[in-house]
T-cell receptor, first 106, second 114 residues
């Protein structure tokens, strides 16, 4: 079993829909990261959180340390949000999930 | 541009050849990480440096792989006698030493071994 599990693996949505991507992990962590990877490979850090909730524009990330679960929400999705979203946890080094491929259609 | 840079961005090589990739981290970052990402998977940790010291190596890093960071700034990752299974995206990231675990990623080097 992977230490970091993401769901769903693939997600398609119509522009404007509310998106939720889930991440569950099995190890003790000091922080959890949500990353965005566009075609071509470049990875951008979206959030780093260790408790509660963070918001940046249309993106919201939450974490429940007791349940070892985090969610990434995208409100009013747009085709430019199409990317792979990766959850990564930090016990002593980054351990990555396999990613959720999101496609938003106009 | 003061982000993490990697060169080359793409490398196509024949099986058995040696390849070397370079990573230039953000200048004030002490830590430098190498990851490998195969198609459809998340990145996997290979190794990391604190300044010039290589502090940890994954079991994924076979004896054909070697990484250096001689002056504590840029790093190189060399793969000797490449195999088709080495085809992947090789990602570099850097971070400050203490406090934050946030890592800043480079654009990656995509290796294709024919």
């Amino acid at each position: 079993k992977n230490e970091v599990e993401q769901s769903p693996q693939n997600l398609t949505a119509q522009e404007g829909e509310f998106i939720t991507i889930n991440c569950s992990y099995s190890v003790g962590i000091s922080a959890l990261h949500w990353l965005q990877q566009h075609p071509g490979g470049g990875i951008v850090s979206l959030f780093m959180l260790s408790s509660g909730k963070k918001k940046h524009g249309r993106l919201i990330a939450t974490i429940n340390i007791q349940e070892k679960h985090s969610s990434l929400h995208i409100t009013a999705s747009h085709p430019r949000d199409s990317a792979v979203y990766i959850c990564a946890v930090y016990p002593d080094k980054l351990i990555f999930g396999t990613g959720t491929r999101l496609q938003v259609f106009p | 541009d003061t982000g993490v840079s990697q060169n080359p961005r793409h490398k196509i090589t024949k099986r058995g050849q040696n390849v070397t990739f370079r990573c230039d981290p953000i200048s004030e970052h002490n830590r430098l990480y190498w990851y490998r990402q195969t198609l459809g998977q998340g990145p996997e940790f290979l190794t990391y440096f604190q300044n010039e010291a290589q502090l940890e190596k994954s079991r994924l890093l076979s004896d054909r792989f070697s990484a250096e960071r001689p002056k504590g700034s840029f790093s190189t990752l060399e793969i000797q006698r490449t195999e088709q299974g080495d085809s992947a995206m090789y990602l570099c990231a850097s971070s400050v030493t203490s406090g934050s675990t946030e890592q800043f990623f480079g654009p990656g080097t995509r290796l294709t071994v024919l």
